[in-house]
């Protein structure tokens, strides 16, 4: 491990990973721990930015550092589940735990009302992207009604990434890719705040000093000397400006031309491709990339390996290798078992908060095999959705890059790509978005750019015809089921809120 090493962070919604990497991109250490999400009320989804985020970096560091055989850290970066809001006084204290990104579904009145106050054709074509559960605006308009002291004290926003970047340097900066997720505030045109939006979102409260903006490559300060007590980290080293973890991972997966789409599992679904040419469309996200001009276009699903946990923990499964093994026996459309995998309301192309899950056509023949090869193709059938709706907004996506999903194994691409057609590279790297993040960091120090290919090997996953045959009615099934059942999940969801949801259980 000798030689300058670059650490990488990646807090994610339930599991935490830090890696160090060689300036040439060889991973040589990597550690990981889990924390959960604090669900208080239905809808909700919280975590305490000190008690997890920055304590997850604090294990994470004390870990792997220092290196062992004379390895020398000489940059960091850090990725981290977003959008996210953590209104802060003014030493960076949180004033309240953290509302988490799209699956915290509470401020849907206040996008209804955004929406009325502002146009949605007119945030469209200044943000790039609609408002929905997934921008930071009507998480600040809802802290507006309904904890309005909270909103008076705070003195910093923050998301994860930058409340991180603050507790290691001490300077409050946010990246452009997250800026632009914090709609209807941030022009995706002009790569700048919008100044009288975000005093609309506020609703005539004062607007809490907005914080100055980097690209997640630029180096936004050093570790001061009360952050390296704290971790480990030497002091005195940059910090990169940072982004959220999606980004990264197309940092670290080598994706950078159009055509090439990230496909990331994890909790959630997440597709970006990086596109010179953005097309804003209501159903999508277009936020900023890199650099000014470049643009991503990407969706995201509100369920992906959380819905394959759901079934494993419901079934009384102890792990996911039996199970997967299981699923192998059964043939593609799980003989006439369909799902849809809104358990957590959706995402892209949907944008339906009420939303829920539906589980059809079974019988007394069907096992648990059939329901979990049932959740997988679910998922799948949900990013051949998004996929057709990218295709619609300008996307030419040639083939998958993505990391192993959870389960492990190829069982779950294989079936992503026999039900989309497209080819996938799978990277064997176990933490691809702390590769991405220490790309960041090498970029911010002046030690690497953002072409190198830290990526490493892949595995080809190439679509079965016969598969991608068999999955072609399921899937128009599984298309018309949700607009067929629309009114009766929304009823469902409405009686759910009034007699109180059952806690979700956690999401891993």
Known sequence: MAGELVLGIDIGSTTSKAALVSLEGRTVALEEVAHEISRPRPGWAEQDADA???????????????????????AVGVATLGPCLVPADGDGWPLRPAILYGIDTRASAEIDELDRRLGPTAVLARCGSPLTT?????????????????????RRLFTASSFLV?????EYVLDHHSASTWVPMYDVNANAWIDEWAAVVVGGSPVPPLPPLLWPQEPAGVVTAEAATATGLPAGIPVAAGTIDSLAEAVGAGVRRPGELLLTYGTTMFLAEIMTE????PRLWSPASFVAGSRNLAAGTATAGALAAWVRDLVGATGFERLTAEARTVSPGAAGLVMLPYFSGERTPLFDSRARGVIAGLSLSHTRAHLFRAALEAIAFAVRHNLDVMREAGSRPSHFVSSDAEPKGVLWPQIVSDVT?????????????????????????GHADLSADWSGPAETVVPDPEARAAYEAPYRVYRELYPATRAQQHELADLAERSGSPREPRAS
Request: proline content about 8%; aromatic content about 6%; hydrophobic content about 50%.
């Open 166 to 170: 603050y507790r290691l340097t001490g």
């Open 278 to 281: 953005a097309r804003p469309d």
């Open 52 to 74: 997890v985020w920055w304590a997850d970096v604090v294990t994470l560091c004390r870990r792997l550092l220092p290196p062992a055989g004379g390895g020398r850290v000489v």
């Open 421 to 445: 057609g497209l080819e996938q590279a799978v990277l064997e790297a176990p933490a691809v978005a702390t590769v991405g993040s220490a790309l960041l960091a090498a970029a911010a120090g």
């Open 134 to 154: 997934q921008a930071v605006g009507p998480k600040l308009t809802w802290l507006a009604h309904h904890e309005p002291e909270v909103l008076s004290a705070a």
